[in-house]
């Protein structure tokens, strides 16, 4: 049986993982390839030596013949698209400004930049959680802005405006409090 379509190996210059990996998940599908050894087969013979270097080091000390389909590509998941907060990932929407001469890909750009914001999260509690964001994005102190955006929630739960307006205060009143300890010269 002839394969239908063909995938080049995956180069991160051209696209995401996640775009090239359901590209993949798509060539199986069509190919009605449903075995387990060889969907990982097609994966490691496809991905290219720039994917497989990295790969192989990641499966250690088993080798990527040694993994199941599903977790050779959470592996190389974690390795090219590592999570990305809500917040940071909010903060890159709302700092995203539409550039000279960009007019029909803006709305592209901005939909890209909205896959990890969590925007659903907002039909509960919109007004806490814009608040909060507008309180970290507007921090002109980008070492406070840095620790607002290094706080995560617990599972399940999402990060407060009033846990991150405690904090900015405890941390300029901090930052206050060590200027002016400073020794004059």
């Not at 995203?96 to 803006?106: A, H, I, T, Y």
């Not at 907002?122 to 608040?131: C, E, F, H, T, V």
Request: proline share 4%.
């Amino acid at each position: 049986m002839a394969l239908m379509g063909q995938v080049n190996p995956f180069e991160l210059e051209v696209e995401s993982w996640t775009e090239y990996k359901e590209r993949l998940e798509n060539y199986i599908l069509a190919n009605d390839i449903k075995e387990e050894a060889k969907m990982r087969s097609v994966l490691i013979a496809i991905v290219g030596a720039k994917t497989y270097k990295p790969l192989r080091s990641l499966c250690r000390p088993k080798t990527p013949g040694d993994w199941k389909f599903d977790e050779l590509c959470e592996l190389l998941t974690k390795h090219y698209e590592p999570k990305l907060s809500e917040t940071v990932a909010r903060l890159k929407f709302y700092k995203r400004l539409k550039r000279q001469g960009e007019c029909s890909s803006v709305l592209t750009a901005l939909k890209e930049l909205t896959e990890h914001c969590n925007f659903d999260s907002l039909a509960s509690r919109p007004q806490d959680q814009m608040l909060r964001d507008q309180m970290i994005v507007s921090n002109s102190d980008e070492n406070i802005q840095a620790k607002l955006l290094s706080l995560e929630p617990k599972s399940g739960e999402t990060l407060s405006c009033k846990k991150v307006y405690e904090l900015a205060v405890a941390l300029e009143v901090a930052q206050k409090d060590v200027s002016d300890r400073q020794p004059c010269m």
